[in-house]
């Protein structure tokens, strides 16, 4: 795997020359600038976030952001959303810390709040969101208030609704002897490298297939459907299941479409998708896993809607 990306990489930073010298067809060329452009452009703001998150998993720990919570279940749900923002990381690495912050009551609530909230709407994400859509900031700001009221609403639905024999699966014991600060940063960095990055490859050769395999009729008739261009976009952000850090890019290139729907692939995407579908079952259980994922596709996808229509427009 290691080796696999590294080559993609060095193949996506050199593609102007590969194309010159290799690539002939037309939309073969096109594929091929369309994969460069995405990849390259994410590719800072994935390293960026990389860094981060290892630094996270340094210096901050599950048992520190415990105790910092507030008791009262609605003010730790809205604290631990906002608190999201401030520890920047993919949605890969809040699924782990998330099963341990995840507790009876007011932690359990605010411990999916978090999972939802900290891939959605951290700095690292809401520049790269920025950077991607040039001259449209009303993006960012749609991005993270959709991405943070999904988050609230289902901290809260948890702490009215959710079942505790629902989580079927055990913490996972923290390794004794971890090592160095040092060795905890490195191991931590290179295996969210590897593991976004390849989500990333897999999205930008998605955006490039989309680019030249689907006939222009289709965006055309998807630009003329609101509600089918939002279910579609909706569908295609659980299927590619991109990292938060790098699929504003991805939804950058795919011009064609209106930007409400390009919000709600945003605003799904870092909430549920098939790795996180997996990830959940494996952390917290089927049970929850079957439950939490379909509930959050949907208000993920209504609050999205509902707030792109007020600060976006049907455009």
């Known amino acids: 795997m290691q080796v ?23 939309d073969v060329a096109t594929a091929a600038t369309v994969f460069c452009g995405v990849f390259v452009q994410a590719l800072p703001f994935l390293a ?14 599950p048992q520190r952001l415990a105790r910092w919570l507030p008791r009262r279940t609605g003010v730790a749900i809205l604290a631990a959303g906002v608190g999201g923002a401030a520890l920047p990381g993919c949605e890969c690495g809040s699924v782990p810390v998330a099963r341990r912050l995840f507790g009876d009551g007011a932690a359990g609530a605010a411990a999916l709040t978090f999972m939802l909230a900290a891939p959605a709407i951290n700095p690292v994400v809401l520049v790269a969101t920025a950077v991607a859509f040039p001259g449209h900031p009303e993006m960012v700001a749609a991005r993270c208030a959709a991405s943070l009221l ?10 009215r609704f959710g079942r505790g024999e629902w989580i079927s699966r055990r913490l996972p014991q923290p390794h004794d002897g971890a090592g160095s600060r040092w060795a905890v940063f490195t191991e931590a960095a290179r295996h969210d490298f590897l593991t976004a990055c390849s989500y990333l490859v897999v999205g930008a050769v998605a955006a490039a297939a989309l680019h030249v395999l689907v006939p222009a009729w289709v965006y055309e008739h998807l630009a003329g459907q609101l509600i089918l261009g939002v279910l579609t976009m909706a569908v295609l952000a659980v299927v590619l299941a991109l990292c938060s850090e790098a699929d504003a890019f991805v939804a950058a290139s795919l011009t064609m479409l209106p930007l409400l729907p390009r919000l709600v692939f945003l605003v799904v995407g870092p909430a549920v998708d098939i790795k996180l579908f997996a990830m959940q079952a494996g952390m917290f259980g089927r049970a929850f896993a079957l439950r939490f994922a379909p509930a959050t596709f ?14 976006l427009g049907p455009r």
Do not use: N
């Open 4 to 26: 696999l990306v590294l080559g993609v990489v060095a193949l996506a930073l050199a593609g102007s020359p590969l194309r010159d010298f290799v690539i002939h067809t037309p």
């Open 48 to 61: 960026l976030g990389v860094v981060i998150s290892g630094l996270i998993a340094v210096f901050v720990t």
């Open 150 to 159: 999904t988050a609230v609403i289902m901290g809260a639905a948890w702490a």
């Open 298 to 311: 949907v208000v993920a996808t209504l609050a999205a809607t509902g707030v792109g229509l007020i600060l």
